[in-house]
């Protein structure tokens, strides 16, 4: 498993907005959060935090971080949506990411328990340096799943 970069954190974003993205507002619990960042909301504070799979009820995937905050402060993050900024150059079109065992790290493959955060998404335009379709990071949360 590796970590999928961040390529710069001014370059996290929705690519565009569609019926389908969804943009939702939070605060961020303990230690802030970082744009990039897959959080879950900690079910006591109702606060959001750094999510992973290496610990048991952190792997509760509610979206990605859009901007970075310090703790007690409200953020927006993503919860489904076409996010630019992340390094998928390693990845197969149409790959699943996964949340890491590496807090708030999104990952090429399931860590210790197995939670998806979206998928490489082909896009109509092609990248110069490959000729290829360029790829984005379309990204899913389920609200209902509790793991």
């Given at each position: 498993?590796?970590?999928?970069?961040?390529?710069?954190?001014?370059?996290?974003?929705?690519?565009?907005?569609?019926e389908n993205t969804r943009i939702f507002s939070g605060l961020a619990g303990t230690g802030g959060i970082t744009a990039g960042q897959g959080v879950y909301c900690d079910p006591t504070t109702g606060t959001f935090l750094p999510t992973?799979?290496?610990?048991?009820?952190?792997?509760?995937?509610?979206?990605?971080?859009l901007e970075t905050v310090g703790a007690g402060q409200a953020f927006d993050r993503i919860e489904e949506g076409?996010?630019?900024?992340?390094?998928l150059s390693a990845l197969n079109f149409d790959a699943l990411v996964y949340?890491?065992?590496t807090?708030?790290?999104?990952?090429?493959a399931a860590g210790t328990n197995t939670a998806v955060a979206g998928r490489v998404m082909a896009m109509s335009d092609r990248?110069?340096?490959?000729?290829?379709?360029?790829?984005?990071?379309y990204v899913r949360s389920?609200?209902?799943?509790?793991?």
């Open positions: 498993m590796a970590d999928v970069t961040v390529l710069t954190i001014q370059q996290i974003g929705p690519l565009f907005k569609h992973t799979t290496g610990t048991s009820g952190k792997y509760q995937f509610r979206g990605i971080a076409a996010v630019g900024g992340f390094d949340v890491s065992d807090a708030g790290k999104l990952a090429t990248d110069p340096a490959t000729s290829l379709p360029s790829k984005v990071l389920n609200q209902n799943s509790n793991w």
